[in-house]
Nanobody, 118 residues
């Protein structure tokens, strides 16, 4: 089992910056893939950014160049730095962890709200 706890988020004006963080705990020694997903009202959940334990990153097309994902393997934490935020970035942001490369099982945090509005 893996527990994920997000922190950060909140309200920011368009063009501003915000960061969210996530800490994983449980009976695991390492996690293959960690990432951030988001879901806006009335929309399906979409991938924002992921990073493997080896440091390979992947970004959704709408955030590439504005968002930066980072992780600390030993601490099992992941963060997302969001710059140049737009109203369309408003969503609930979920932390995700996939412990094993050969198993698709994924764990989710409870989500944290990010609102971009003037």
């Amino acid at each position: 089992q893996v527990q994920l706890v997000e922190s950060g988020g909140g309200l920011v004006q368009p063009g501003g910056s915000l960061s969210v963080s996530c800490a994983a705990s449980g009976s695991i020694s390492s996690i293959y893939l960690m990432g951030w997903y988001r879901q806006a009202p009335g929309k399906t959940r979409e991938m924002v950014a992921t990073v493997t334990s080896g440091g390979t990153t992947d970004y959704g097309p709408s955030v590439e160049g504005r968002f930066t994902v980072a992780r600390h393997n030993a601490k099992k934490t992941i963060s997302l730095q969001m710059n140049d935020l737009k109203p369309e970035d408003t969503a609930v942001y979920y932390c995700s962890a996939r412990p094993l490369i050969n198993e698709p099982r994924r764990y989710w945090g409870q989500g944290t709200q990010v609102t971009v509005s003037s």
